[in-house]
């Protein structure tokens, strides 16, 4: 069964506060994600990682950036975090030929104060 | 530019009713397309999808979905809905030509399900 986990369910930060969000993945997948949820917007795309060290903007990149050193861990960055920042953040990884098979991870609900 | 619609920002159902929550999608070419699930304070699970073949696909919990290509709709449905059912619903496509990266989500539809 594959696990997408994702280092903490509710985080609370401050403005201004460096913010690290982790995603690890058990299924040695290619392909991770980053989106964000918003109520009334879906989920959008920050980044994503076709394989380590490999990185590409999504739709909305700005305030955000991302690491890939291991296959199995997806690092979303928030370097100086805002309060339009506040979301529910999901990450998600599948092999890179299969389409039908992206998993996600529960989320994690980001407050920024 | 390439798109996925959900009209309906709720759908109300009574338990035992059959469900229809909809789904338009434009983008070039052939899409795959892609129902999603979300119960409270968890991720989103596969339900379904259409790559190929017959436009009746089957999916997960009893759910289904109907490919339209003239309609460019791709309605989910299922006979009788359960209060479990009650969740958030996401339809995505891959678009044609789409690179490694994304899949294009709709904004979701709160399906609730009363007893």
């Known amino acids: 069964d594959v696990k997408v986990t994702q280092s903490s369910r509710y985080l609370v930060k401050r403005t201004g506060e460096k913010v690290f969000l982790e995603c690890v993945q058990d299924?040695?997948?290619?392909?991770m994600f980053w989106y964000r949820q918003d109520p009334g917007l879906g989920l959008r795309l920050i980044y994503f990682?076709?394989?380590?060290?490999?990185?590409e903007k999504g739709d909305i990149p700005e305030g955000y950036s991302v690491s890939r050193e291991k296959k199995e861990r997806f690092s979303l960055i928030l370097e100086s975090a805002s309060t339009n920042q506040t979301s529910m953040y999901l990450c998600?990884?599948?092999?890179?030929?299969?389409?039908?098979?992206?998993?996600f991870g529960p989320g994690t609900r980001l407050t920024v104060l | 530019a390439q798109s996925v619609a959900q009209p309906e920002d709720q759908v109300n159902v009574a338990e035992g009713n059959p469900l229809t929550v909809k789904c338009t999608y434009s983008v070039s070419g052939n899409p795959y397309l892609f129902w999603y699930v979300q119960y409270p304070n968890r991720g989103l699970q596969f339900l379904l999808k259409?790559?190929?073949?017959?436009?009746l696909v089957k999916g997960s919990y009893g759910f289904e979905a109907e490919f339209n290509k003239s309609q460019t709709s791709f309605h989910l449905k299922k006979p009788s809905a359960l209060v479990s059912d009650s969740a958030l619903y996401f339809c995505?496509?891959?678009?044609?030509?789409?690179?490694?990266?994304?899949?294009?989500f709709g904004k979701g539809t709160k399906l609730s399900v009363k007893p």
């Open positions: 990682s076709y394989d380590v060290k490999m990185k």
């Open positions: 995505a496509v891959r678009p044609y030509g789409g690179s490694q990266g994304n899949l294009i």
């Open positions: 299924m040695d997948h290619e392909n």
């Open positions: 998600a990884s599948r092999p890179p030929d299969r389409w039908d098979t992206q998993y």
């Open positions: 259409y790559i190929t073949g017959d436009n």
